[in-house]
Structure formats: structure tokens, C-alpha cells
């Protein structure tokens, strides 16, 4: 087990002992097209690592980004007040591990190296979020000049 959450770029350079921890609080799951995996609005209760698959993130009718294989989905976990900010549609059927956020949130809590390292993950992900969502709003202004 351990060997194929490793191959996940987000835990892949973890001591085994953090991703033994993190096994002991999650599970696969296989999620098909068109399914809702995040509610906008609802708790934060999961997020998730995207095996193999692709989803988008919407807002109402608008399509904000689309994250592939390799990559985190929800981070609103770590942020009060801990919802859900966009909806999260299976576009291809998808393979996941599903980390429960709160059982997460306790791991980083009482082990403060872990804590560094994860949220310097998380901050590499929310700084390539922003820049990708700067260039689509200059893309837009563009078109609309």
C-alpha cells in the first residue's frame, strides 16, 4: 500500500512513517464521470490526491480549472471556515485517495516537523493556483480590449 501512495507527487518524498500515518486515516476511492465530488458550501471534511483522472472545478456554471493526475483537490480544509469554496465535477472517471481533513488536521497538530513540511506543500499549491488564475483574468482582459 504504502508503495502506491508514494507515487503520488504530493507524498512521494515523505518518511514512511508519515505516509503510514496518513494511510491509517484514508482510503481509495474511485469516483465516475459526472459525479459531484465537492459541494460548494459544504464542510471540509475530506480532500483528496488525485491518482488517476481528471476533474474540474466550477463555480455555478463556470469552470475555474480543471486538475489532473498528480495533483491535490480541496484544499479549504486548512482555512476557516472550513467549506468548500467551488464545486469539484468528475470530467473522467478518477482514482483517489481520500485523507479525512479533520483526523489530518490533528496529525499536523500534534507534530510540528510534519506540520512544516505539509503546509509548505500546501503553499506550493495555492502559489501555483494564484498565478494560474492571474494568468487567465489577464487573458480575459486581453480579450475584451
Known amino acids: 500500500m504504502i508503495d502506491l501512495y508514494k507515487k503520488h507527487p504530493f507524498l512521494h518524498d515523505l518518511e514512511d512513517s508519515y505516509i503510514y500515518k496518513i ?3 484514508s482510503n ?5 464521470k459526472g459525479e459531484i465530488l465537492i459541494k460548494m458550501g459544504e464542510y471540509a471534511s475530506k ?6 483522472g481528471l476533474v474540474e472545478v466550477k463555480y455555478e456554471d463556470i469552470s475555474i480549472q480543471f486538475i489532473e493526475s498528480g495533483e491535490v483537490v480541496g484544499w479549504s ?3 476557516y471556515p472550513y467549506k468548500w469554496n467551488f464545486d469539484v465535477i468528475v470530467v473522467k472517471d478518477s482514482i483517489l485517495i481520500s485523507i479525512d481533513a479533520d483526523k489530518f488536521k490533528d496529525l499536523l497538530n500534534n507534530d510540528k516537523v510534519f506540520e512544516g513540511i505539509i503546509y509548505k506543500k500546501f503553499f506550493i499549491i495555492v502559489a501555483n493556483r494564484l498565478k494560474n488564475t492571474r494568468l487567465k483574468i489577464i487573458d480575459l482582459i486581453k480579450k475584451n480590449q
Open 23 to 25: 494511510i491509517s486515516i
Open 28 to 32: 481509495i476511492v474511485t469516483v465516475s
Open 47 to 52: 480532500f483528496y490526491l488525485l491518482m488517476n
Open 77 to 79: 480544509f486548512l482555512i
